[in-house]
């Protein structure tokens, strides 16, 4: 693992169609993520706001292509929400290996990870990290 090395974007756009999967397969049904009359009426949105965790889930793809089962098997988050992405939002994903340890089975690997809108805000930020084996 090198220290410096950028972890390959994930690219989305955030389509309601994808928001309404990530409800029924969460059971997170608030009305702030499906409902345009209420999401205008009730929120200081001012509009429907996509789950902060299918969003989330983006960072863990990016994750996942980079480590593979390393990252499944062992890998931790810790982020913090900074804006809220509307259907329509062009996201991507961004990540840095920072810190590697190595032991005598393997690697503490530290990264930091988020994800942007295409216009440039953090839509979340944080650490992601996990633990390699060596392989034989």
């Given at each position: 693992m090198i220290v410096g090395k950028l972890l390959p974007s994930v690219s989305k756009q955030v389509i309601q169609e994808n928001i309404n999967t990530y409800a029924v397969a969460s059971g997170d049904h608030n009305p702030l993520h499906w409902d345009e009359n209420f999401a205008v009426n009730a929120t200081h949105y001012g509009r429907i706001v996509a789950h902060g965790m299918l969003v989330l889930a983006y960072i863990s793809e990016m994750m996942t292509n980079e480590f593979?089962?390393?990252?499944?098997?062992?890998?931790?988050?810790?982020?913090?929400?900074?804006?809220?992405?509307?259907p329509g939002d062009n996201v991507e994903t961004f990540g840095e290996i920072v810190k590697c340890e190595e032991d005598i089975k393997g690697y503490k690997v530290s990264c930091s990870v988020g994800c942007r809108k295409i216009d440039g805000e953090d839509v979340i930020t944080g650490q992601a990290s996990l633990y390699m084996a060596k392989v034989d």
């Amino acid at each position: 693992m090198i220290v410096g090395k950028l972890l390959p974007s994930v690219s989305k756009q955030v389509i309601q169609e994808n928001i309404n999967t990530y409800a029924v397969a969460s059971g997170d049904h608030n009305p702030l993520h499906w409902d345009e009359n209420f999401a205008v009426n009730a929120t200081h949105y001012g509009r429907i706001v996509a789950h902060g965790m299918l969003v989330l889930a983006y960072i863990s793809e990016m994750m996942t292509n980079e480590f593979g089962t390393s990252w499944i098997e062992d890998g931790t988050l810790k982020v913090r929400f900074k804006a809220p992405v509307y259907p329509g939002d062009n996201v991507e994903t961004f990540g840095e290996i920072v810190k590697c340890e190595e032991d005598i089975k393997g690697y503490k690997v530290s990264c930091s990870v988020g994800c942007r809108k295409i216009d440039g805000e953090d839509v979340i930020t944080g650490q992601a990290s996990l633990y390699m084996a060596k392989v034989d």
